[in-house]
């Protein structure tokens, strides 16, 4: 959709204390957080060539699926967190 994610995709380098998975390039994998309407907010590792031609698909879920409620409620929570981000900067640059 273009839209902001309501917060970063990237949650950090996966770290030693982690247990980072490694991707099929032998790679730390990197953590990231989805946001598309199938799975929102569940994390996951992927490789961190990810975009690139060396990218290997790497994609393992760290979170379990989420029920049907959650799956409803957390688009509707990012939502109301883009609008009230949209609503500050309104804010912010009216007063400036």
């Given amino acids: 959709s273009g839209e902001e994610p309501p917060v970063p995709y990237r949650d950090g380098d996966a770290t030693l204390e982690d247990t980072p998975a490694l991707c099929k390039c032998k790679l730390k994998c990197i953590k990231l957080v989805s ?9 996951y590792y992927r490789c961190r060539n990810v ?7 790497h994609l393992e879920w760290i979170d379990p699926q989420y029920n049907d409620f959650l799956c409803t409620l957390l688009p509707d929570l990012a ?3 883009r609008k009230l981000k949209r609503d500050f900067a309104k ?3 009216a007063s400036i």
């Fill in 35 to 43: 946001w598309n309407v199938d799975y929102p907010g569940r994390r």
């Fill in 51 to 57: 975009g690139t031609a060396q990218d290997c698909n």
């Fill in 79 to 81: 939502n109301v967190v």
């Fill in 91 to 93: 804010e912010r640059q």
